[in-house]
C-alpha cells in the first residue's frame, strides 16, 4: 500500500517555509484558512496575512493591488469560488491585466467530497485554461505542492495552483524535479500513453502496473501544467504509442481530456480516451468510493485504454502525417 | 476663501473645461464612448492630476508615486485626456482612441497605455484594488497615497462593499475614494434604478471618514483632497456631487447620454457651449 500524505497541509506548510524566505509573499484567504491550511503562514507572519472573510471577489481584487504594489499574493479559497464567483475579477484583473497573482484553488476536483456538488470543483480547469495569461498547475502529491509553492512564487505571472483536501498516495521523492510547463514521464511504454493530471496520476501508475502483467507496455505521463502545454512530450507519445488515454478529476470537457485532443487534433490524430467526469453534477460520498462512481476508477482508465489501443489496432487515424 | 490661490482655482476650472472639449472631439471622432461621466468628474481629475498627486510623467512606473484608480473605467475618454496633457503620452494619440492599433482602448489597459495604473471596464474593482496598494505601500515603508474614483452606479455592486469593509478592518487612512455623485447610470436617474441613498451614512456605517463637497468646484475638491490626508486612522470617501454631463445644456442629467456619441450638430452645439462658457 502507497504511502498516502495530506496534499493541503503539505501546501500550508511549504507556504509558511517559503515565506521565511521569501519577505514579498503576502497570504489572502476567505474565511476558510483552517481548511486551506493558511494558518501555518498566518501564525508565522501575521503581518504578512489577510483574512477577507467571505468575500472572495474582493480578495482576488486585493491580491490584484497587491501586486500592482509589488508584492506576490498568494489567494487562497476553494477552486469553485475562485473560478466562478471570483471569474470575473480572475478574467479582468488577473488575466486580461497580467497582474502577477497566485491563485491557489482548495479543495479541487471531488475532494471536499462530502459537502457534495456545491463543494466539488469540477469545470474550474475549463474555465481557467479558456483565460489567456493564466498559466494552469495541478499538483499531484504532497511531495509536488511543497515543490511547487515557490516555482509558482518565482514564475513570472499569473498562476492558478489546483489542490486537493484529500490525503493522496505519494508518487514522488525529493528527487522530483518540478519545471512549469514541463510533463513527466513516470513509466515507459509503447502499446498506450495514459496521461494524467494531479491526482489521477496515481491511478494512472496503477492502471500501467495492471498491464505490465498481461505485458501491454503502458506508457505513464503527468502534466502538472496544463497551460503552457509539453507539446512535444504529447505529440511525441502520440508517434510512439499510437494511442491515448487522459485521466482527470474533472469533466471531460475542457480539461486535460480537452487540452491534449485540441494539440494531437491538427498533430498527430490518434484515437484519444478521455477518463473524467461525464457531463453531470456529482453527489456526497465518501471521496474514492465517489471517484470511482463518476467514472475515474482505475478500471476506467484499464477500459478507456484497451478500447484506444483497440481503435488502433484497427487502424482507425493512423499515420500522424509525420517525417 | 480658502487657502488656494485664486490663480490656481482658476487655472484649474480654466483646464477642466478644455479637458472636455478635447474628450468631445475624441468621442466624436470615434463616434463611440462615454461623455456623461467624463464630464462629470472633469474638475476632480484635474484637480487630482494637475496639483494633488505625486507623479512624474516622465517616469510613470517611479515606485514613490501617487497612485490612481478609475475605478468607474467608461471615464476612460477623460482620463487619457488628462494624461495626455500632463505628459505621458503625446496628446496627438488621443485621436487614435477606439481605433485599431491604439493605445487607447475603449476602457483603460494598464499594459497599454503609459499612466494607466489599473485595467479596468466592468465595475466593482476599484476598492479592493486600492486595498491591495494601499496595503502594500503599509508593508513596504512607503508613503505614497492611493485614490480611487468611483461611479455612483458602481457602488450597488456588492463588491464594492467587500472592499469597503477590508480598508475600514486595515484603517487604510492611505486611502481615498472619490465617488463622482452624478445621479445617473446608464438605464436612468440612480434613485429611481437603485436607490444609494443615504450614502453618506452607509460610508460612515462602514467606518470611513465622508466629506461631501461640490464636485465641480476646484477649491473644494482640491480642500477635500488635503482634508483626506489629515485622517490618520481611517480611509476616506469624498462624496462630489456632480452633474453628468456637465457644460452641455442638452447633455445634463441625461441617462442617454451615458455612452452615446453625438452626431455632427449635436457636436457642434456641445463644442458651442462648452467654449462659451470659457
Known amino acids: 500500500m502507497t504511502e498516502k500524505l495530506s496534499m493541503r497541509i503539505a501546501y500550508g506548510q511549504a507556504l509558511a517555509d517559503y515565506g521565511e524566505i521569501n519577505p514579498d509573499v503576502v497570504v489572502l484567504d476567505a474565511d476558510v484558512s483552517a481548511s486551506t491550511q493558511t494558518h501555518y503562514f498566518a501564525a508565522r507572519f501575521p503581518d504578512r496575512f489577510f483574512n477577507v472573510g467571505v468575500a472572495e471577489a474582493g480578495m482576488v481584487d486585493v491580491a490584484v493591488g497587491f501586486a500592482l504594489g509589488g508584492k506576490i499574493p498568494f489567494a487562497n479559497t476553494f477552486a469553485s469560488l475562485i473560478s466562478l464567483r471570483a471569474a470575473e475579477q480572475v478574467r479582468t484583473c488577473v488575466a486580461y491585466a497580467r497582474t502577477n497573482v497566485k491563485l491557489a484553488a482548495a479543495y479541487s476536483g471531488l475532494s471536499d467530497s462530502k459537502d457534495g456538488p456545491t463543494h466539488h470543483s469540477v469545470f474550474d480547469l475549463a474555465v481557467m485554461r479558456a483565460m489567456p495569461n493564466i498559466t494552469v498547475v495541478v499538483v499531484a502529491d504532497a511531495t509536488e505542492a511543497r515543490k511547487l509553492v515557490p516555482a509558482v512564487a518565482e514564475y513570472d505571472g499569473p498562476v492558478y495552483l489546483r489542490l486537493s483536501r484529500a490525503e493522496v498516495p505519494v508518487i514522488f521523492d525529493d528527487d522530483h524535479v518540478v519545471k512549469i510547463g514541463q510533463g513527466v514521464t513516470l513509466r515507459e511504454g509503447k502499446d498506450v500513453t495514459l496521461i494524467g493530471t494531479g491526482i489521477m496520476v496515481g491511478r494512472c501508475l496503477e492502471a500501467g502496473n495492471l498491464f505490465a502483467d498481461e505485458g501491454i507496455q503502458a506508457r505513464v505521463l503527468e502534466l502538472h501544467t496544463l497551460k503552457p502545454l509539453d507539446e512535444a512530450l504529447i505529440v511525441q507519445a502520440a508517434e510512439e504509442t499510437g494511442a491515448i488515454v487522459t485521466a482527470e478529476e474533472h469533466t471531460i470537457i475542457g480539461g486535460l481530456g480537452g487540452a491534449v485532443a485540441e494539440v494531437l487534433s491538427t498533430r498527430c490524430p490518434v484515437p484519444i480516451m478521455r477518463v473524467g467526469i461525464p457531463d453531470t453534477f456529482t453527489e456526497s460520498g465518501p471521496y474514492e468510493p465517489l471517484l470511482d462512481r463518476y467514472g475515474m476508477g482505475v478500471t476506467d482508465i484499464v477500459t478507456a485504454a484497451r478500447q484506444a489501443i483497440a481503435c488502433k489496432s484497427r487502424g482507425i487515424l493512423r499515420d500522424c502525417g509525420q517525417a | ?278
Request: aromatic letters at 8%.
Open chain 2, 1 to 278: 476663501m480658502g487657502y488656494h490661490s485664486e490663480q490656481l482655482v482658476c487655472e484649474l476650472s480654466t483646464n477642466a473645461q478644455q479637458f472636455r472639449i478635447q474628450v468631445l472631439d475624441m468621442v466624436f471622432n470615434a463616434q463611440s464612448g462615454h461623455l456623461g461621466g467624463s464630464f462629470s468628474a472633469a474638475e476632480i481629475l484635474t484637480c487630482l492630476y494637475f496639483h494633488h498627486l505625486r507623479i512624474d510623467p516622465s517616469r510613470p512606473d517611479w515606485p514613490e508615486r501617487d497612485r490612481f484608480i478609475l475605478s468607474k473605467g467608461h471615464a476612460a475618454p477623460l482620463l487619457y485626456v488628462v494624461l495626455a496633457h500632463r505628459g505621458f503620452f503625446p496628446v496627438a494619440e488621443l485621436a487614435t482612441f477606439r481605433q485599431l492599433d491604439s493605445r487607447l482602448q475603449g476602457h483603460p489597459d494598464r499594459l497599454k497605455t503609459p499612466g494607466v495604473e489599473m485595467t479596468a471596464g466592468f465595475l466593482g474593482h476599484g476598492i479592493s484594488i486600492g486595498v491591495g496598494v494601499a496595503l502594500a505601500a503599509r508593508l513596504n515603508g512607503m508613503d505614497y497615497r492611493t485614490y480611487v474614483l468611483l461611479g455612483d452606479g458602481e457602488i450597488q455592486a456588492g463588491v464594492i462593499w467587500e472592499g469597503a469593509m477590508e480598508a475600514a478592518k486595515y484603517r487604510l487612512s492611505n486611502l481615498t475614494a472619490i465617488l463622482d455623485y452624478n445621479d445617473v447610470q446608464l438605464d436612468g436617474p440612480v434613485r429611481e434604478i437603485m436607490p444609494i441613498a443615504p450614502v453618506i451614512d452607509k460610508w460612515r456605517a462602514f467606518n470611513w471618514a465622508v466629506m461631501e463637497i461640490n464636485g465641480h468646484n476646484v477649491r473644494q475638491v482640491l480642500e477635500a483632497l488635503d482634508g483626506a490626508m489629515d485622517v490618520h486612522d481611517r480611509p476616506t470617501v469624498i462624496v462630489a456631487h456632480t452633474t453628468k454631463g456637465k457644460g452641455v445644456s442638452f447633455m445634463e442629467n441625461q441617462s442617454r447620454w451615458h455612452g452615446r456619441a453625438p452626431n455632427d450638430e449635436e457636436y457642434a452645439q456641445a463644442l458651442a457651449e462648452l467654449k462659451g462658457a470659457m
